[in-house]
């Protein structure tokens, strides 16, 4: 298995398989040639309901899927933990905010969460379409958990697929991500 100092920009994404909200099985490795977009995400994390309640995050995952992007929201609470949720569970959060990722990917073992050394919700990563890691970290400048910091906000995930998409260098390719404490098992 990757180890988490493996997911750095410059470098080739670490490969993994976890399965999505309907149980079907996810490869990293099978998205090459896509850019992909791996958003860990956990429901009941104040910032996580910044972004949703505010339609920002929606508003990307819809724009990035219709260039024909691969997002992938990665939920790794453990069972029990904040924001663990089923398959079931998953599609309804979905549906209910209007999300448009490609997949829900269950991560409730942790295993794809520490690969990608993702330590908050919501944490980004942008991987090119050679595989390569592109981006890792916050998906914009303002770490708060207020709706009104979204304005005037440097919004680093769409910086890096405008890059990613002329085929040139991220030029902020990571920052430090914010929000709550991904609920590891």
């Given amino acids: 298995a990757a ?6 920009p410059g470098k080739p994404a670490p490969d993994f398989t976890a399965k999505d909200q309907a149980g079907k099985e996810h490869t990293l490795s099978a998205y090459k040639g896509k850019t992909v977009v791996l958003e860990w995400t956990n429901h009941e994390c104040p910032y996580v309901v910044k972004h949703y309640g505010a339609g920002n995050m929606q508003a990307i995952q819809k724009a990035a899927t219709e260039a024909g992007v691969v997002w992938l929201s ?80 440097r919004n680093y995930v769409r910086e890096a697929l405008a890059a990613v998409a002329a085929g040139g260098p991220v030029k902020t390719a990571q920052t430090r991500a914010y929000g709550c404490s991904v609920k590891y098992r």
């Fill in 74 to 153: 990665v939920i790794s609470s453990a069972p029990g933990e904040q924001g663990h949720v089923d398959g079931q569970m998953a599609d309804k959060l979905t549906r209910d905010r209007k999300a448009a990722p490609s997949a829900v990917l269950l991560d409730a073992s942790g295993k794809v969460g520490r690969m990608y050394g993702a330590t908050a919700t919501p944490h980004m990563f942008v991987i090119d379409k050679a595989g390569t890691l592109a981006y890792a970290g916050a998906i914009d400048d303002k770490p708060s958990a207020s709706r009104s910091s979204l304005d005037g906000a």
């Fill in 3 to 8: 180890r988490a100092a493996d997911a750095v």
